[in-house]
């Protein structure tokens, strides 16, 4: 039986040592960047790309993985708040109804503060989704998770309008205009809202 150290095997030994060291030397030059998805949105981009803020800053997880968990985390609580913003934005709708079209005025109050607790619990919401690192790939074709994002564009703006239009209508409350048009930037905002949540249960 030839022995280890024989011309042949000692051969062997070396070339699995230069082996074994160049595969150190790419594994000590790979990093979380080396996995980051080359389509991701320009939103996240502008965080978690290789000149992001949050890489700048030093923010971000020391691994791939930690930053796909944290995401995992943070979307898992968008949907919970979601949920919980979506019977809040559906009560505050039946409240405003009433003060209008059924002249429940005493329901002011509680229409304006619950509107605080809504407006604030979407923008948190909204925070989680767009502070989240970047998922793990993005599709190039259309997804549900793409037509979330689009109708995110729709109920962001109507959140923005709601409570501007509100006031005015709290202003002239004699006044059918600034109703109706309270009324639709409402309406559009919780049905894209409902229709962007709904999305959330597709794969």
């Known amino acids: 039986m030839d022995s280890i150290w024989s011309k042949g095997n000692k051969l062997k030994i070396f070339l699995l040592?230069?082996?074994s060291n160049a595969l150190a030397n790419?594994?000590?030059?790979?990093?979380?960047l080396d996995s980051l998805p080359a389509n991701m949105p320009f939103s996240k981009?502008?965080?978690?790309?290789?000149?992001?803020?949050?890489?700048?800053?030093?923010?971000?997880p020391d691994s791939r993985m930690q930053e796909l968990k944290?995401?995992?985390e943070m979307l898992q609580l968008h949907q919970r708040l979601?949920?919980?913003?979506?019977?809040?934005?559906?009560?505050?709708?039946?409240?405003?109804?009433?003060?209008?079209?059924?002249?429940?005025?005493?329901?002011?109050?509680s229409h304006k503060y619950l509107g605080y607790s809504t407006f604030s619990i979407y923008m948190l919401t909204a925070g989680l989704q767009f502070f989240s690192p970047p998922a793990f790939r993005y599709s190039k074709g259309?997804?549900?998770?793409?037509i979330h994002r689009y109708l995110s564009y729709i109920h962001f703006i109507g959140m923005i309008l709601t409570p501007i239009s509100g006031y005015y209508t709290a202003e002239?409350?004699?006044?059918?205009?600034?109703?109706?048009?309270?009324?639709?930037?409402?309406?559009?905002?919780?049905?894209?809202?409902?229709?962007?949540?709904?999305?959330t249960l597709f794969p």
Request: a positive charge; proline letters at 2%; hydrophobic letters at 35%.
């Open 26 to 32: 790419n594994f000590e030059s790979f990093s979380s």
């Open 82 to 109: 979601g949920l919980i913003n979506l019977g809040l934005m559906s009560y505050q709708m039946y409240l405003g109804s009433a003060m209008y079209e059924g002249n429940h005025r005493d329901y002011g109050t």
């Open 142 to 146: 259309y997804s549900s998770m793409k």
């Open 172 to 199: 002239y409350p004699n006044d059918k205009k600034p109703y109706r048009m309270h009324r639709n930037i409402v309406n559009i905002t919780y049905s894209s809202y409902s229709l962007a949540f709904l999305t």
């Open 17 to 19: 040592i230069l082996l």
């Open 45 to 60: 981009k502008i965080f978690w790309g290789e000149e992001g803020i949050i890489r700048k800053l030093n923010l971000s």
């Open 70 to 72: 944290l995401r995992s």
